[in-house]
């Protein structure tokens, strides 16, 4: 974990001992504007031009000092037009995550409100990030991001901005830390662990089903999944459910901790980089643990559906029919299209518990990398559930788009033999809203049948899950941790609902 100490400071003396003092730059038609303090920098405002500088976001140029002042300057971009707490933050983690090999930077952005305040703390300390668990020595000592990191704002918070950026950087470096393990050492039973150990101290009930339990709870997606591996599968439900919460929000996450594709085996290209495939459970997971920290007033319950997705001789076949939980019988056509088999358990489960509304996170298809890229993730689901994410998505920032669930595809999933195949065969179209079409199938009535299903929306995140290029903003090359701010501000509009 290399989460940085935030704090805010409304002293820019601050910068006179740190390593680095972070000003943002703006970019206009008339060429780049500083955004802070001109009138100590006065140099700075008439080079910018020649010094290469545009404003542009995900620039950062680093300049001298003279003695006396901080070691160095840094500009980072801020893009166009006045920046607002998007902007904000994105340029504070490009700074933090561009700027490794020193202790201490004071970033002095142009912040008016508590809410930028908290978007430049939340962007430095996401952005800081390292990943050395498994080096032979200590990262080198010019490559680690800053330890400490200080914020400049003209008036002291009224609340501790600093603790809360803490603990949703912690939330999604722990989102990273989990993708990252190599599979060797994260598997269905460590995964469980872990969780038992992040959770120890927070108001949290966790309960671990493994073999037969999951066998006699009907959990035949989970189990089918997780035959043909040495290592067992698991469900892990984690409750937080605070005294006097009115809305009750559940989670449920994808934990394929590797996937080889099973007998419908990847080829070799497409089996690297499969340890993401966890990457949906590992988010639900630290969004309730988050909430617990921040004390948000929503009960909420996680559901990590995890497994290890192996070909041997007590793997699952194509042809093969499973029972899920709730008495749903699907067959499998395709073993590597086994997260949806994991997450119909999952969301029958949740289901049984009436819950307000469900969101599901899986790293789900290759085709909405195909149809969103990298840095957007798909949402599917009710049309007015799926609103109510998409605006949760734009206050955190985060990119969301709505997708169709067509109801003629699923026609696509007849079966010949059960109530549902879990794929098609020979047919790639709409592959990302077939795989929301089949787990729509298993979200359950509202306590109340009349009344419909529990409003669910299916968040996929294969694309925006992982990030396979240069950095950008607080996103290094690999796990974004994608969705754990939204769903946290989710937490926190059902909690005033």
């Known amino acids: 974990m290399t989460v940085p100490a935030v704090r805010v400071s409304t002293d820019i003396a601050h910068s006179l001992s740190s390593d680095v003092l972070v000003i943002g730059v703006g970019s206009s038609d008339d060429g780049p504007v500083l955004h802070a303090n001109a009138a100590t920098f006065p140099a700075l405002v008439s080079n910018l031009a020649a010094i290469g500088m545009t404003g542009a976001k995900d620039e950062l140029v680093r300049v001298p000092v003279a003695a006396g002042e901080a070691r160095s300057i840094a500009l980072v971009g801020l893009g166009g037009g006045q920046p607002d707490a998007h ?22 952005l142009p912040t008016t409100t508590d809410a930028e305040v908290l978007a430049v703390l939340e962007g430095a300390a996401i952005g800081a990030y390292s990943y050395t668990e498994y080096r032979a020595s200590s990262l080198d000592s010019t490559k680690r991001p800053a330890s400490d990191v200080t914020v400049v704002s003209a008036a002291a918070p009224e609340t501790d901005l600093a603790k809360r950026a803490a603990i949703v950087a912690t939330a999604i ?16 039973e460590s995964f469980a662990s872990a969780v038992t150990e992040f959770a120890d101290g927070l108001p949290l009930e966790v309960t671990i089903l493994a073999d037969d339990e999951l066998a006699a709870g009907g959990f035949g997606g989970i189990v089918g999944v997780g035959a043909g591996s040495t290592r067992s599968p698991r469900l892990v439900k984690i409750s937080y459910a605070p005294q006097g919460a009115t809305k009750h929000l559940a989670l449920v996450g994808k934990g394929i901790t590797f996937d080889t594709g099973g007998l419908s085996l990847k080829p070799a290209a497409s089996m690297v980089g499969m340890k993401y495939d966890m990457a949906g459970a590992a988010t639900v997971m630290a969004v309730v643990l988050a909430a617990a920290e921040l004390g948000i007033d929503t009960r909420i319950t996680a559901w990590l559906c995890i ?59 290759g085709a909405a990398r195909v149809a969103l890229g990298d840095r957007y993730a798909g949402v599917m689901g009710n049309d007015d559930f799926v609103a109510e994410v998409i605006a949760a998505a734009d206050i955190a920032g985060e990119s969301f788009w709505p997708m169709p669930l067509p109801t003629e595809l699923r026609a696509a999933l007849n079966s010949d033999v059960a109530d549902i195949a879990n794929a098609r065969i ?44 240069g950095g950008f903003g607080f996103n290094a090359k690999g796990p974004t941790g994608m969705s754990v701010r939204t769903l946290l501000a989710l937490a926190e509009e059902f909690s005033h609902a």
Request: proline share 6%; aromatic share 4%.
């Open 87 to 108: 902007a904000l933050r994105y340029a504070a983690g490009t700074a933090a995550r561009r700027l490794v090999g020193v202790e201490s930077i004071v970033i002095d």
């Open 173 to 188: 470096h722990r989102v990273r830390d989990l993708v990252n393990a190599p599979p060797s050492h994260l598997y269905p």
């Open 307 to 365: 497994a290890e997705n192996m070909p041997s001789g007590s793997a699952i076949r194509p042809n093969d029919v499973l029972r899920m939980r709730g008495g749903k019988t699907v067959e499998v056509l395709n073993t590597d299209a086994e997260g949806r088999l994991v997450m119909a358990d999952g969301l029958v489960a949740a289901s049984e518990e009436f819950p307000d509304a469900i969101v599901d996170v899986a790293t789900l298809t």
């Open 426 to 469: 020979g047919n790639t179209a709409a592959g990302m809203l077939v795989a929301g079409v089949f787990l729509q199938e298993f979200v359950g009535a509202r306590r109340d049948p009349a009344e419909g299903r529990i409003p669910w929306a299916h968040l996929d995140i294969a694309g925006s899950g992982t990030n396979p290029g």
